[in-house]
């Protein structure tokens, strides 16, 4: 039926897609584009025929919706769907200048189809067929998804998107994914799925750290009823404990997650690598190693990543301990920078942050990183997971002051200043966390005086600022808060993890304005 029917075309390639993304594999990678390619060419056959010769989208955006039949209202919805995804594959396999051109396009006649059916569907007047609320269902995924993600952007890059017609609302977006998720049609499921990767790591990594469990438990609990040992499922609730600071939870639902299915393997990495950190909030750093070993061995996505995670818990375990197999972590900081790829043409944040980091382990003598673990856990924003959990928190503090007295009993060298700042940030999270809030801000409040003397980890004072920030923000400094957020965003260029940095002070600033209006809102309902 792939060859005859669009939907059986579309699905059976979205499959070939999503798998070709967990393997990483070339030949997977090639083989979904050239079935997506397929998936198109059955959808334009659906399209309404047109002789103008233009843009792909032309044929939607000089009609109304009643010039259409309910079958090429499908196709379009079908057809613009088709050019995300291949778009998608595009920035996997094309590493040129041309490859993101192509994909440019595509995402952008796609998101102007969206657009176009949006307006039609929401016409009054306009006609519903039998299967229009499929229809409906993948119009909210598109402008769902686009709104969602668009509004995530910096303003920087938003300005630019902008001007290339793009637009997003938070709260439109994700309403409009929450009423695909919640009707019964062919995208509910991946209407759900995106609003759950949004509630448990887009608003987490991205955002100001506090996840949105409530809302992806909700969302969350009919599907575990109608399928308990569905692999997905238990992926999400155990994300979802672990953002609650529930590690053992956690760790039983990931277990089981990897347990209820075996046809893909790629599925378990996601698992690992949460297991991994979920170990890591216990200090059980040799089972930490186990799962990082396991993703260097068995997945593609981040090599470079991986063996670096290996060779920093190796890095913590006392030094006269035997470590697991015979490795060595210096020999495996060595090997870090051997690994790296390229995603969409360039190498992800985390593995240049995990090179630059491994770099001076390249010395005869090297100067050992002071706790590579606890630092790689802040970009993942690991602290705020364990926030709730004072004995994890404290474990965390013990281990940053025994690397500082480590570094006050060594002779000074050109990362000391460096070293001493990555603990004091860290020091300064742990002391948020147990309500230490004077002793917090002093600790963010060295790091940016030693601006100057910080040679080598520039991203250290623009993430001082966004943490001290954080903290007025919870002591009610608001304005104190919007000024260092500022400074953070336009004083400093150009240092590891920028984009993850400016993603989250975007975020901070969005909270802190919409909290401004519900409180001007408030007060104009009072008078």
Same mark, same amino acid.
């Given at each position: &039926?792939?060859?005859?029917?669009?939907y059986h075309?579309?699905?059976y390639?979205?499959?070939?897609?999503?798998?070709?993304m967990m393997?990483?594999e070339?030949?997977?990678?090639?083989?979904?584009?050239?079935t997506?390619k397929?998936a198109?060419e059955?959808?334009?056959r659906?399209r309404?025929?047109?002789t103008?010769?233009?843009?792909?989208t032309s044929?939607v955006?000089?009609?109304?919706?009643?010039?259409f039949?309910? *079958?090429e209202l499908?196709?379009?919805?079908?057809?613009?769907?088709?050019?995300?995804? &291949?778009?998608?594959l595009?920035?996997l396999?094309?590493?040129?200048?041309?490859?993101f !051109?192509?994909?440019?396009i595509k995402v952008?006649?796609s998101?102007?189809?969206?657009k176009?059916?949006?307006g039609?569907?929401?016409?009054?007047?306009f006609h519903?067929?039998?299967s229009?609320?499929?229809?409906?269902?993948?119009?909210?995924?598109?402008?769902?998804?686009?709104?969602?993600?668009?509004?995530?952007v910096?303003?920087?890059?938003?300005?630019?998107l902008?001007?290339?017609g793009?637009?997003?609302?938070?709260?439109?977006?994700?309403s409009q994914?929450?009423e695909?998720?919640t009707s019964?049609?062919? &995208?509910?499921?991946?209407c759900?799925l995106l609003?759950?990767?949004?509630?448990?790591?887009?608003s987490f990594?991205l955002g100001?750290?506090?996840?949105?469990v409530?809302?992806?438990?909700r969302?969350?609990k009919?599907f575990l009823?109608?399928y308990?040992?569905?692999a997905?499922?238990?992926?999400?609730a155990?994300?979802?404990?672990?953002?609650?600071?529930n590690?053992?939870?956690?760790?039983?639902l990931?277990?089981e997650?990897?347990?209820?299915q075996?046809?893909w393997?790629?599925?378990h990495?996601?698992?690992?690598?949460?297991?991994?950190?979920?170990y890591t909030?216990?200090?059980?750093?040799?089972?930490?190693?186990?799962?990082?070993?396991?993703l260097?061995?068995?997945?593609?996505w981040?090599k470079?990543?991986?063996?670096?995670m290996?060779?920093?818990y190796?890095?913590m375990?006392?030094?006269d301990?035997?470590?697991p197999f015979?490795?060595q *972590?210096?020999e495996?900081?060595?090997?870090?920078?051997?690994?790296?790829?390229?995603?969409?043409?360039?190498?992800?944040?985390?593995?240049?942050?995990?090179?630059? /980091?491994?770099r001076r382990?390249k010395?005869?003598?090297?100067?050992?990183?002071?706790?590579?673990?606890?630092?790689?856990?802040?970009m993942?924003?690991?602290?705020t997971?364990?926030r709730?959990?004072?004995e994890?928190?404290?474990?965390?503090?013990e281990?940053l002051?025994e690397?500082?007295?480590?570094?006050q009993?060594?002779p000074a060298?050109?990362?000391?200043?460096?070293?001493?700042?990555?603990?004091?940030?860290?020091?300064?999270?742990?002391?948020?966390?147990?309500?230490?809030?004077?002793?917090?801000?002093?600790?963010?409040?060295?790091v940016?005086k030693s601006?100057? /003397?910080?040679?080598?980890?520039?991203?250290l004072?623009?993430?001082?600022?966004?943490?001290?920030?954080l903290?007025?923000? *919870?002591?009610?400094?608001?304005?104190?808060?919007v000024?260092?957020?500022q400074r953070?965003?336009?004083h400093?260029?150009?240092y590891?993890?920028?984009?993850r940095?400016?993603?989250r !002070?975007?975020a901070?600033?969005?909270?802190l304005?919409?909290?401004?209006?519900?409180?001007?809102?408030?007060?104009s309902t009072q008078l």
């Amino acid at each position: &039926r792939i060859r005859d029917s669009m939907y059986h075309a579309l699905i059976y390639a979205t499959i070939l897609e999503m798998q070709a993304m967990m393997t990483f594999e070339q030949d997977d990678i090639a083989s979904a584009g050239s079935t997506m390619k397929s998936a198109q060419e059955v959808c334009q056959r659906f399209r309404k025929k047109s002789t103008v010769v233009g843009s792909i989208t032309s044929v939607v955006s000089k009609s109304s919706g009643d010039d259409f039949t309910e *079958e090429e209202l499908h196709a379009e919805a079908c057809y613009a769907e088709c050019l995300l995804q &291949r778009a998608a594959l595009t920035f996997l396999q094309d590493e040129n200048m041309m490859g993101f !051109i192509k994909g440019g396009i595509k995402v952008r006649n796609s998101y102007m189809i969206y657009k176009e059916l949006h307006g039609f569907t929401q016409a009054h007047g306009f006609h519903r067929g039998p299967s229009h609320t499929h229809l409906e269902g993948a119009v909210s995924l598109g402008i769902g998804a686009f709104n969602l993600t668009l509004s995530l952007v910096p303003p920087r890059i938003l300005r630019l998107l902008e001007f290339a017609g793009f637009s997003g609302d938070k709260d439109y977006g994700l309403s409009q994914l929450h009423e695909g998720a919640t009707s019964l049609n062919l &995208r509910s499921m991946l209407c759900a799925l995106l609003l759950l990767c949004y509630y448990t790591f887009l608003s987490f990594i991205l955002g100001t750290g506090e996840g949105e469990v409530t809302e992806a438990e909700r969302l969350l609990k009919p599907f575990l009823v109608r399928y308990p040992r569905g692999a997905i499922f238990l992926f999400f609730a155990g994300r979802a404990e672990e953002i609650k600071g529930n590690i053992d939870e956690a760790v039983a639902l990931f277990d089981e997650g990897c347990k209820a299915q075996q046809a893909w393997k790629q599925f378990h990495h996601m698992c690992y690598w949460e297991l991994m950190w979920c170990y890591t909030f216990k200090r059980a750093w040799k089972m930490a190693y186990f799962y990082a070993d396991l993703l260097s061995k068995e997945s593609r996505w981040s090599k470079a990543m991986y063996v670096y995670m290996k060779a920093a818990y190796l890095s913590m375990l006392p030094v006269d301990e035997a470590r697991p197999f015979g490795e060595q *972590e210096v020999e495996l900081f060595r090997q870090v920078d051997s690994f790296k790829q390229k995603i969409a043409g360039k190498s992800p944040p985390t593995e240049k942050f995990a090179i630059r /980091k491994a770099r001076r382990y390249k010395a005869s003598s090297p100067v050992l990183l002071p706790v590579p673990v606890l630092e790689m856990m802040y970009m993942w924003n690991g602290f705020t997971m364990i926030r709730k959990r004072p004995e994890l928190t404290r474990g965390m503090m013990e281990t940053l002051l025994e690397a500082e007295r480590t570094l006050q009993e060594a002779p000074a060298n050109d990362y000391s200043v460096d070293d001493r700042s990555v603990i004091l940030l860290l020091k300064g999270l742990c002391l948020k966390n147990e309500g230490q809030t004077r002793a917090a801000e002093e600790c963010f409040l060295q790091v940016y005086k030693s601006e100057k /003397k910080i040679k080598y980890d520039s991203y250290l004072v623009p993430n001082a600022l966004l943490e001290l920030s954080l903290l007025y923000i *919870e002591m009610g400094r608001k304005e104190e808060a919007v000024k260092l957020l500022q400074r953070a965003k336009t004083h400093y260029k150009d240092y590891s993890m920028e984009s993850r940095t400016q993603f989250r !002070i975007h975020a901070a600033l969005s909270k802190l304005r919409a909290n401004t209006d519900d409180t001007e809102e408030a007060s104009s309902t009072q008078l």
